[in-house]
């Protein structure tokens, strides 16, 4: 019964998390490493590889759970279905959680070597100032962009140390640009539809202080704008997986576009902007690694 009521919680917290996020991190982590190899035509060590990434997966869980646990009152506001707010998962097995997983992805993060562990401890604490009552970056779309936009540099970075090679050009543009996306874009979708919640709790959110259709404009402007950067980016490096990323790109920026700026008559869809960008981002990833392979 006990252990059953155990692997109940885990999955529960796995769900709390955001399966998708946590693969996504997963997935920024592992084509860091991998461009900076390839364009450094170096092997990276494939066992501090896999240790580093379940290092970034252990964190990325203890990140967001703990971003679950602080966003309580907006998300039963919202009426969310996650497993906190739903009351599926109680608020002390999701604080425990939290500390677990933090640990293991330290003592993970110094296996994978110290500048992996050093990219995690600066992982958790930008995931804990986003999400910290007494800071709580997630309060205004500035600092929630700033936050999450290094989380996600970070990220990449951990990858690179992990590969055991210096940054490459092809790398760096390529991180330099998802992440301003994770920032410019994501960070602004995922409040489209929560107004309600994020007002009563006191958030300053773009969406809240200029509406969701100004919300909207901004992510498919900015979509448009880092389209060009990284199309931009890729002529100037010259390699197959940033060329294949950046056409990619530019299809997704049209998408997340398009969902932004929705036509008359047709049902809203407030999350539809977010999805569209996650969807994007996998996409983008998958393009670079299947260029990788291809080159």
Known sequence: MHQALSARTVRLCLREARPLVQVM????????????????HHRPDTAHLLVGAVAWWAVTVSVYVFNGVSDLPEDRANRSRRPLASGQLTESAARW???VTAVAGLLLGCAAGWQVAESTAVFLALGYAYSAPSIAAKCRSWSASAVTCAAAGTTYLAGVAASGSALTAEAAVFALVLSLGVGLIAAVAKDLGSTRGDSLAGRRTLAVVRGERGARRFCAVAGGGLALVLTAGAVWVRQLPLEAAAAVFVVGALCVAGRCLPVRGEPDRPRAPYRTWMVTQYAVHLAALGGLVWA
């Open 97 to 99: 959680a939290v500390a």
């Open 25 to 40: 991190f997963v997935l920024r982590f592992v084509t860091g490493a991998l461009l900076t190899a390839s364009a450094a």
